[in-house]
């Protein structure tokens, strides 16, 4: 598995900490972007300042362990950061698109729709993920671990599913066809950290011989 082919070298794994902190911060960016000037609910800012706190811990992490060349998110320092990069902007983009023409919404009310619908889809998407990395990290005895990440997201699975069922009574139905999108482009961002991690693998053990 990709996963732990990356947690098990120690370059490959700071670049996916520097990923995942990417990720994390623009999910937190976008958020904050989608929030309304005046209707803004604590539920909306609890999302955002939790996120933010996400991509923070993982640079700490970086930080900690002493690794350089991870002060930034330039491209060298992130696993395919081509697709890392556009992952959320191509989903957000995708559902705002499905999201105008199924519920006739523009401006702000189409920026909310798009904060619930997007943001559910990367959170069960996270709830799958992160989970896993943690049971690699452990199994590994590595310094890094991403639980209190893991908890956090749970509650956010669950809030996201409280404000979508305030949205509409079809909720399920809608999010059903972004969870395709994003399955899509998830398939799309795993063959690309391949094409970036095996090469690097195979090389490394290459020179071990
Ligand atoms: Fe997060
Ligand atoms: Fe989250």
Redesign the pocket.
């Known amino acids: 598995m990709i996963l732990q082919k990356i947690v098990a070298h120690p370059e490959l794994h700071a670049a996916w900490l520097n990923t995942l902190s990417f990720m ?1 911060n623009a ?1 937190a960016r976008k958020i904050s972007a989608c929030e309304h000037p005046i209707k803004t609910q604590i539920i909306q800012l609890k ?1 955002a300042a ?2 933010h706190r ?1 991509a923070y811990y993982l640079k700490n992490k970086l930080v900690k362990l002493g690794l350089e060349g991870f002060e930034d998110y330039a491209d060298a320092s992130l696993l395919a950061a081509r697709f890392s990069k556009q992952y959320l902007a191509r989903l957000d983009l995708m559902a705002c698109r499905y999201l105008k023409e199924q519920f006739s919404l523009a401006d702000e009310a189409l920026k909310y729709a798009a904060y619930l619908f997007v ?1 559910y889809a ?2 069960v998407r ?1 709830d799958e993920l992160t989970p896993i990395y943690q049971e690699l990290l452990s199994a590994a005895g590595s310094k890094v671990n991403v639980k209190s990440i893991i908890l ?2 749970e ?3 669950e809030e996201m599913i409280s404000q979508l069922q305030a949205f509409d009574s079809e909720w399920e139905k809608h999010a059903q066809e972004i969870l395709k999108m994003e399955n899509t482009l998830f398939d799309i961002w795993i063959t690309a950290l391949k094409k970036h991690v095996f090469p690097v693998v195979h090389e490394h053990e290459e020179s071990l011989g």
Request: glycine content about 14%; hydrophobic content about 20%; cysteine-free.
């Open positions: 994390e999910g999302h939790e996120e996400h943001t990367i959170e996270a956090e997201e509650g956010h699975l």
